[in-house]
Structure formats: structure tokens, C-alpha cells
């Protein structure tokens, strides 16, 4: 079941409050037009009944998808850290797991932080492919391209709908301004072949990208902190 609840919502252009409902959850097997929505950018988004000027709501929520066994939790990390919200999602995966029979499979769980990478890891799933693979092949994009695509400044998201049967597409997007500055293209073969070595042996993907929240650039941030001034 899809969820909406109420909540008053006040516009940033002129101040005006106004009761809105948004989706606390969407269940996109049942309600496809709600994953639409969200591709749309269309989701939880408030027209000011005052000045008229359109703007969306992030908040948190939660994508289900049963017909693939899939839960993603939507967390965008503008009041609390992040490190806040994996230790409340710890403690929510295990009441998820006391409460579920033996005999049933439990969900995929992911968590992403911005609508972006909710898109993007739609898409990955869909598709079929291995999204710890993926996150491995920007891994390595950003270790051997460190002046162009530093991890502390640059995301890269994996472009699902352009990519082709021979290369993968892609995009650099800049961290602070969101915008998206160019393409990068990687050999699907390889991606082929990394996949084969994953599937042989989990372990050091697992390893690197335990999850719930499976990003390179993460990974990458973990492993060379940025210095706090
Ligand atoms: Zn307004």
C-alpha cells in the first residue's frame, strides 16, 4: 500500500503555509504511476496556493517494489547526519527481520540519500545489473581519474537508458551544485568480466560495499576522510 499523510508545508519563495498531502511510501507494483511520478520529478511536489510557484518536498521515503522484493529507503540528509541515519536504519532492519517469518525471503533493503540515486538504482535493478559491480567500476574510474573526477567534488551516475550494448554511459555530476558536466564511456565487456569475477567470488565486493548504502564515492570519501577545517 501506497501512504499519504498531511503535512503543513511552508512555501520558500513568499511564506505561505498550506496543508499538502504527501507520500510517506509508494508501492510501485501496485501504483506504477507513482514510480512515474517520481522519474518525473513529480512526487511530492507542492504548488503554492499563494504565489503559485511550484517546488518539491524531500522528505523521507520509502520505495517498495514487491513484485521484485525490493524496499529502498529515501533518506535525504538535510537535518541529521548520515552517520545518524544508518544507525537508526540498523535498528529498523533488525525489528524488520524479528517480525518476518523463517520461510519468507526477506526484501532487498538499499538506501540511498537523493532523489538522483534513487532513480539511478532503479534503473540499475531493473535492468538486471549488479549494482555492488557498478559501484566498483566508478570506484575504479575514480581512482584512476583523480584530477578529473575527485571523489570529495564529482558523483558518477550510471546512465541506464543511454548506455548501449557496447558501453556504458556515465554522467559526472558535480556534488555541491547537482549539475551534470559530461559523459564518461566504459567497455560493457568489462563490466561483463567483472561481473563473472563477482558472482565466482562475493566476497571482496561485499567487503567494500557492505550496504545498506552501496556508493564508491562513499567508500572512496571513508577511506580518505576529508580534512575538517
Ligand atoms: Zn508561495
Request: proline fraction near 7%; charge should be negative; charged fraction near 30%.
Amino acid at each position: 500500500m501506497s501512504a499519504q499523510k498531511t503535512y503543513n508545508i511552508r512555501c520558500p519563495q513568499c511564506g505561505h503555509q498550506q496543508k499538502v498531502e504527501l507520500y510517506d511510501s509508494i508501492n510501485v507494483t501496485q501504483q506504477p504511476e507513482l514510480k512515474t511520478a517520481l522519474f518525473e520529478n513529480r512526487l511530492n511536489c507542492v504548488l503554492c496556493g499563494s504565489c503559485e510557484s511550484a517546488f518539491r518536498i524531500d522528505k523521507p521515503l520509502l520505495y517498495h517494489d514487491p513484485g521484485r522484493n525490493i524496499l529502498i529507503h529515501w533518506m535525504p540528509d538535510t537535518a541529521v547526519s548520515r552517520e545518524e541515519i544508518l544507525d537508526e536504519f540498523d535498528k529498523s532492519m533488525e525489528e524488520l527481520r524479528a517480525v518476518l517469518p523463517e520461510d519468507v525471503e526477506p526484501p532487498r533493503v538499499r538506501l540511498v540519500f537523493t532523489r538522483t540515486e534513487l532513480v539511478e538504482l532503479i534503473f540499475v535493478i531493473e535492468a538486471g545489473m549488479e549494482e555492488r559491480v557498478v559501484e566498483y567500476i566508478k570506484y575504479t574510474i575514480h581512482m584512476q581519474n583523480q584530477g578529473r573526477v575527485p571523489p570529495k567534488t564529482k558523483q558518477l551516475l550510471l546512465n541506464v537508458q543511454d548506455s548501449t550494448a557496447d558501453e556504458l554511459l556515465f554522467a559526472v555530476q558535480n556534488a555541491e551544485t547537482f549539475e551534470l558536466e559530461e559523459v564518461l564511456r566504459y567497455p560493457r565487456t568489462a563490466y561483463r568480466s567483472m561481473r563473472e569475477m563477482y558472482r565466482k567470488d562475493p566476497d571482496e565486493l561485499s567487503e567494500l560495499f557492505p550496504g545498506p548504502y552501496i556508493s564508491a564515492r562513499s567508500a572512496l570519501m571513508a577511506e580518505n576522510p576529508v580534512d575538517e577545517e
